[in-house]
Structures are given as structure tokens and as C-alpha cells.
């Protein structure tokens, strides 16, 4: 029996439950409804496929990092290709299940990513650093000192 009306796609609510208050969300389900016809472990990786990172660039070095809370530094791997290539890839292993366990939510994702990045010529790519802290993965890939062109002051004679 509901107490609260559901206004947004027949949601039930129930103010004994605390999970079924949640706020509607528009959007929910947008990403499952739009993968129905995809194996369940395709939409698994599409959904952990979607890592987030950050890119910045400072006066020494590409910098980039990654979100990757619950996994271990033996779970990922970073690699750099020919061409100046970064590629920072994982697995993200579904959680063993007993028979007698009842799931409320299930929304972390599992599966594999996989995040590719072309770097610009003023990198040193063979002096690449990673560091994994938690659960966040810092790639350093250092920039070549740009060469700044030598002046050389010309003395002007009187004549």
C-alpha cells in the first residue's frame, strides 16, 4: 500500500521503505532501456566503459587521473603504444553471490574499461609514472623542455 502518490512512471513508494523514496530521476534507466537487445556483459563494460578521468597539462607534465575506487593496482594496467599512445585498461570482477543473499540495488558497475589518449610530440614517453592511491590512478607523463632560442646581443660600432 502506498502512502506517498507516484506521480513519475507508476514508481511505488512506501514511507516504511527507506530505498523507495528515492527522487525521480528522468534519466534512469536511459542507458539499460537503450542496451535491452545487448548481452548483460556488453552492458556491464558499456556502463564501467564510461571511467572518468582528468587531463591536465603543467609546465613540466601531462597529468592524468583516474577514478577507480575498489580496484587494486594489479587490476589495471597502463601501457604505452607506438605512436605516442597512453592506454590505461582494467577489470572490475562482479561480486560473488551466495544463494541465500537478496539483493536490494545493484548499481556498481563491473567488467572491463579500457581509456586510450594520442599525446602531443613534447612528451617523454619513455619516462611514463603511475601511482595508484585511494583508488585514484595518477599517470605523469613528462613534457621535453622546450628549447628557447639562444639571443645573442650584436655590439654597434660608430662610424
Given at each position: 500500500?502506498?502512502?506517498?502518490?507516484?506521480?513519475?512512471?507508476?514508481?511505488?513508494?512506501?514511507?516504511?521503505?527507506?530505498?523507495?523514496?528515492d527522487l525521480w530521476d528522468p534519466f534512469d534507466g536511459?542507458?539499460?532501456?537503450?542496451?535491452?537487445?545487448?548481452?548483460?556483459?556488453?552492458?556491464?563494460?558499456?556502463?564501467?566503459?564510461?571511467?572518468?578521468?582528468?587531463?591536465?597539462?603543467?609546465?613540466?607534465?601531462?597529468?592524468?587521473?583516474?577514478?577507480?575506487?575498489?580496484?587494486?593496482?594489479?587490476?589495471?594496467?597502463?601501457?604505452?603504444?607506438?605512436?605516442?599512445?597512453?592506454?590505461?585498461?582494467?577489470?572490475?570482477?562482479?561480486?560473488?553471490?551466495?544463494?541465500?543473499?537478496?539483493?536490494?540495488?545493484?548499481?556498481?558497475?563491473?567488467?572491463?574499461?579500457?581509456?586510450?589518449?594520442?599525446?602531443?610530440e613534447n612528451t617523454k614517453m619513455e619516462e611514463v609514472?603511475?601511482?595508484?592511491?585511494?583508488?585514484?590512478?595518477?599517470?605523469?607523463?613528462?613534457?621535453?623542455?622546450?628549447?628557447?632560442?639562444?639571443?645573442?646581443?650584436?655590439?654597434?660600432?660608430?662610424?
Open positions: 500500500m502506498s502512502l506517498i502518490p507516484s506521480f513519475f512512471g507508476g514508481r511505488k513508494t512506501n514511507v516504511f521503505d527507506p530505498f523507495s523514496l536511459l542507458i539499460n532501456s537503450t542496451l535491452t537487445n545487448v548481452p548483460g556483459t556488453a552492458r556491464d563494460t558499456a556502463q564501467f566503459a564510461s571511467t572518468r578521468v582528468d587531463w591536465k597539462e603543467t609546465p613540466e607534465a601531462h597529468v592524468f587521473k583516474v577514478d577507480l575506487p575498489g580496484l587494486k593496482k594489479e587490476e589495471v594496467k597502463v601501457e604505452v603504444e607506438e605512436g605516442r599512445i597512453l592506454q590505461i585498461s582494467g577489470e572490475r570482477s562482479k561480486e560473488h553471490e551466495e544463494k541465500n543473499d537478496k539483493w536490494h540495488r545493484v548499481e556498481r558497475s563491473s567488467g572491463n574499461f579500457l581509456r586510450r589518449f594520442r599525446l602531443p609514472k603511475a601511482n595508484m592511491e585511494n583508488g585514484v590512478l595518477t599517470v605523469t607523463v613528462p613534457k621535453v623542455e622546450e628549447k628557447k632560442p639562444e639571443v645573442k646581443s650584436i655590439d654597434i660600432n660608430a662610424a
